[in-house]
């Protein structure tokens, strides 16, 4: 069989067992079908290290330059990484480093098959989890208030005119903070919702609390409804998809309702705390998918889980380990599709398809990995090795394949 070709993508390795899953499905699944033409970034964690952290630096820009990229899990340095492999200092997330790079936003979606049930019952689609990674309460600025007093806020402006309200007058001890957003932030986090609602053909929600914080949310609110209405309204039309605003608490009792099929963007706090409680609803975080999509159009996709430490300690030991691949198969997929649809390479769009339908397959023939074989309510399930996965995943590729 002639192997499909593609344009550049650009690749990025990891660590621990998910960098040995990794080369299991570029042997197996990936280039016995597809000239792999990638970019090749090694972000191991001794690679960041070795390079003072440069190649995640480099990497970023690799994907600004080609569109498309795809990402194994790697560590996060803390401190006991820094000790187990001598580091020169704790590196930050590469996931960090990419974003604030790529100055995207991330969309979490879990993969869905017949013999995994949703915890709740009426949810047949998946729900995407568009969460807004930049600023409010993880860059509040705290003060635990001692005593009684005053609390001001202030704002001095460039142009020396300023801004000042009393916050409360504190008749004891207390607490106060303050967060922050700005316009260009939640400009891009909007672009990039409502481009990727296009590319996915799926209805839009966006949840704020504006009818308390009639500024703070309320400037969310109205930011995403001036850019929906300019730029966005007869794409969306055409496309035949919805953009729909609620608040958060109405969203929270739709979304539970619903059957699911949509994107819900989410302000930061909100999308931590919602993407969890979705990705343990619809099962399992092996398997759920996550992509990077900056306002630009650059797309990065991932495993959302880690590297699966334990069990690479497992297989360090020369046991075999039952790791679930899905999400980062479905990491490259997706990655190799939005390659095709961005080149009208048709091939390799049909090649991602394949890939995806004979992994769900496989799981629905009753064959799967541990964390599955747990989940499931079958009888019939067959419970197997990440290798014996894998080698099932091709039997079905190449029967679609024909
Ligand atoms: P993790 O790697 O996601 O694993 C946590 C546990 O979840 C595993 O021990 C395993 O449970 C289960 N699990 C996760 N993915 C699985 C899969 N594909 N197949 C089967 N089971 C799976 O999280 P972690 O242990 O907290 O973190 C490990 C390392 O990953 C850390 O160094 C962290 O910095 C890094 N990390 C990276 C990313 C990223 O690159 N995006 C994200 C998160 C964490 P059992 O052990 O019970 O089988
Ligand atoms: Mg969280």
């Not at 005053?150 to 001095?156: I, N, Q, V, Y």
């Not at 969306?236 to 729909?244: D, M, N, Q, S, V």
């Not at 993407?275 to 398997?287: E, H, I, K, Q, R």
Request: net charge negative; proline share 2%.
């Amino acid at each position: 069989m002639k192997k499909i070709t593609m344009n550049k993508i650009v690749e990025m390795d990891g660590d621990e067992m998910t960098r040995i899953l990794w080369q299991m499905i570029k042997d197996e699944l990936l280039s016995p079908f597809v000239e792999l033409n990638t970019e090749y970034y090694d972000l191991a964690l001794t690679e960041r290290d070795k390079t003072d952290d440069q190649i995640t630096f480099d990497a970023a820009e690799a994907i600004k330059k080609y569109g498309v990229g795809v990402k194994c899990a790697t560590i996060t340095a803390n401190a006991q990484r820094v000790e187990e492999y001598s580091l020169k200092q704790m590196w930050k997330s590469p996931n960090g480093t990419i974003r604030a790079v790529l100055d995207g936003t991330v969309f979490r979606a879990p993969i869905l098959t017949e013999s995994i049930k949703p915890y709740v019952r009426t949810w047949k689609k998946p729900i995407t989890i568009a969460r807004h990674a930049y600023g409010d309460v993880y860059k509040a600025t705290e003060y635990r208030v001692p005593a009684p007093g005053k609390a001001e806020l202030l704002f001095t402006g460039e142009n020396g005119e300023s801004y000042r309200e009393t916050i409360y007058d504190y008749e004891c001890a207390g607490v106060l903070q303050a967060t922050y957003n700005k316009d260009s932030s939640i400009e891009a986090f909007a672009r990039s919702c409502f481009d990727y609602a296009l590319s996915t053909r799926q209805d839009l929600w966006f949840a704020t609390k504006d009818t308390i914080s009639k500024q703070y949310d309320q400037t969310f609110k109205l930011i995403f409804a001036d850019i929906y209405e300019k730029e966005y309204d007869a794409r969306f039309k055409k496309a035949g998809i919805e953009y729909f605003y609620t608040l958060i608490d109405d969203a929270v009792a739709r979304v539970i309702r619903s059957e699911g099929g949509f994107i819900w963007a989410c302000k930061n706090y909100d999308g931590d705390v919602m993407s969890d409680m979705v990705s343990t609803a619809f099962g399992s975080l092996a398997m759920m998918t996550s992509v990077l999509v900056s306002p630009d159009g650059c797309y990065e996709y991932e495993a959302a889980h880690g590297t699966i430490t334990r069990h690479y300690y497992k297989h360090l030991k020369g046991e075999q380990t039952s790791s679930n691949p899905i999400a980062t198969i479905f990491a490259w997929s997706g990655a190799l599709r939005k390659r095709g649809e961005k080149d009208g390479n048709s091939a390799l769009v049909s090649f991602a398809d394949a890939l995806e339908k004979a992994s769900i397959d496989t799981i629905d023939s009753g064959i799967m990995t541990g964390d599955l074989a747990l989940l499931s309510d079958r009888t019939d399930v067959q419970k197997v090795t990440s290798a014996q996965f894998i080698a099932a995943i091709r039997r079905q590729l190449e029967k679609l394949l024909g």
